[in-house]
Nanobody, 123 residues
């Protein structure tokens, strides 16, 4: 099982930027696609963005694709989410997740999850 740890969350104002990081305890995530998923208070978890093992393939939800950018540094087993022009509706706990194989926007296909990091955007 892959252990994932998120960091970088915090309290910011609307329009600000944040960069989230996700690191892993395993030696390599070779072959794993990774994703960011968020859960707002009182709502179900929703897909944010995903990236392939090589980083050559990415996908993002329509609500964030013009503002958020996913990337990864495979040798360092780290994934990032650069969040720009944050909005109050981006307030949520952000989770990173991993799955063996291809990228996917389906949350049930991810087998490994972190504990999450809180992002709060004030208006």
């Amino acid at each position: 099982q892959v252990q994932l740890v998120e960091s970088g969350g915090g309290l910011v104002h609307a329009g600000d930027s944040l960069r989230l990081s996700c690191t892993t305890s395993v030696r390599t995530l070779s072959g794993y696609a990774m994703a960011w998923v968020r859960q707002a208070p009182g709502k179900e978890r929703e897909f944010v963005s995903t990236i392939s093992w090589t980083g050559s393939s990415t996908l993002a939800a329509d609500s964030v694709k013009d503002r958020f950018a996913i990337s990864r540094n495979s040798p360092k087993n780290t994934m990032y989410l650069q969040m720009n022009r944050l909005k109050p509706e981006d307030t949520a706990v952000y989770y990173c997740a991993a799955r063996w194989g291809q990228t996917s926007s389906l949350l049930q296909e991810y087998s490994d999850w972190g504990q999450g990091t809180q992002v709060t955007v004030s208006s």
